[in-house]
């Protein structure tokens, strides 16, 4: 990369970010495929649930079933239904695991005294992350570049847990651009902090957004003066 001049600036963002993209805290339900599918259920609320029922579309290989920060059980593993039994506390989390090739969740609801809540398992979710040009500087604190910088945003690990195609995918940044695509691409030559907010539709126009923050500052390079 040649000199830009005296001043430059640097982009700071967070390798793991980067790397792995970035979840909705908000969320109650994701679905996420590695080699194997995962159902993450969170417990956002201010109420301590007794169990999890999930409904499949087909008989299901459980791989695991284990709480995060709740104690819970298998109680039950009837075809194509799935019942967890225990302890759901705020912010308790439940992740299921099953083949790739299983069937998919068609409800699933948190058990509590007066019966069932209902958990929305339809919605799409936004998932994003970056791509910064080769020759990026890594630090302890994180990932650097010098700008003016072309970052790619892209949004390809977002999904619909019904197996749909997302139909839309839109890119909203705090300094007023707009931009549509799975993928997009921006040039930032203005220190600041900047925010971007990635919104995906699913064919029956479910939204769901996914945001992040981060800092463009002024740095002084040796090799400019």
């Known amino acids: 990369m040649g000199k830009r001049g005296t001043v430059a600036a640097i982009l700071v963002i967070a390798c793991s970010l980067m790397a792995y993209g970035a979840a909705n805290p908000g969320k ?19 109420t301590t649930f007794t169990g999890l ?6 008989e299901v290989d459980l791989r695991q079933a284990i709480g995060i920060g709740a104690n819970v059980e298998l109680a039950s593993n009837k075809p194509g239904v799935l019942v967890l039994e225990g302890e759901i506390p705020p912010m308790g989390m439940i992740e299921i695991d099953w083949s790739l090739n299983g069937p998919r969740i068609v409800a699933a609801g948190w058990i509590d005294s007066d019966g069932l809540v209902w958990i929305d398992v339809h919605s799409p979710y936004a998932r994003m992350w970056y791509e ?12 650097i570049s010098y700008v003016p910088i072309d970052i790619r945003f892209k949004g390809n690990w977002s999904k619909d847990p019904d197996g749909s195609t997302l139909v839309r995918y839109r890119w909203s940044w705090s300094d007023g651009v707009v931009t549509a695509g799975e993928t997009v691409e921006r040039t930032f030559e203005v220190p600041g902090w900047y925010t971007v907010i990635l919104t995906v539709w699913d064919v029956e126009g479910l939204p769901d957004s996914a945001t992040d923050t ?9 090799d400019d003066e």
Do not use: H, K, M
């Open 53 to 58: 029922r999930v409904i499949f579309a087909g």
């Open 132 to 143: 910064i040009p080769q020759g990026t500087d890594e630090w302890s604190e994180g990932c």
């Open 214 to 222: 981060f800092y463009i500052y002024r740095y002084r390079r040796e």
């Open 28 to 46: 109650v339900y994701e679905f996420i495929q590695t080699d194997r599918n995962v159902a993450l259920f969170s417990n956002l609320g201010e």
